[in-house]
């Protein structure tokens, strides 16, 4: 069974920059994808970012340019670096590990981010 905390939520202004931190315990992390989801109050959980294990990154149309997600495999840990971040960004940010594509079994708890205007 494995687990991921997340990290590095927050409130910060209009145009400001967070990064998130995923560290995942157990052994899955070298053989996981990763991924990036948010939800904010009121709406569906959507895919923001996503970083397999072999492959391209991927990113949702609302963020690209502005978030980077990263993984190191030596401190099974996933980063997502949030720039220029905008009040529609406001959301619990889970991080997620999967084996299949767009298949997530493992969960985090959520971390909340608020953007203010």
């Known amino acids: 069974q494995a687990q991921l905390v997340e990290s590095g939520g927050g409130l910060v202004q209009a145009g400001g920059s967070l990064t998130l931190s995923c560290v995942a315990s157990?052994?899955?992390?070298?053989?996981?994808?990763m991924a990036w989801h948010r939800q904010a109050a009121g709406k569906q959980r959507e895919l923001v970012a996503a970083i397999p294990r072999i492959g391209a990154t991927n990113y949702a149309d609302s963020v690209k340019g502005r978030f980077t997600i990263s993984r190191d495999n030596a401190k099974n840990t996933v980063y997502l670096q949030m720039n220029s971040l905008k009040p529609e960004d406001t959301a619990v940010y889970y991080c997620a590990a999967g084996f299949a594509d767009d298949q997530y079994v493992y969960w985090g708890q959520g971390t909340q981010v608020t953007v203010s205007s």
């Open positions: 157990g052994s899955i992390f070298r053989l996981a994808n």
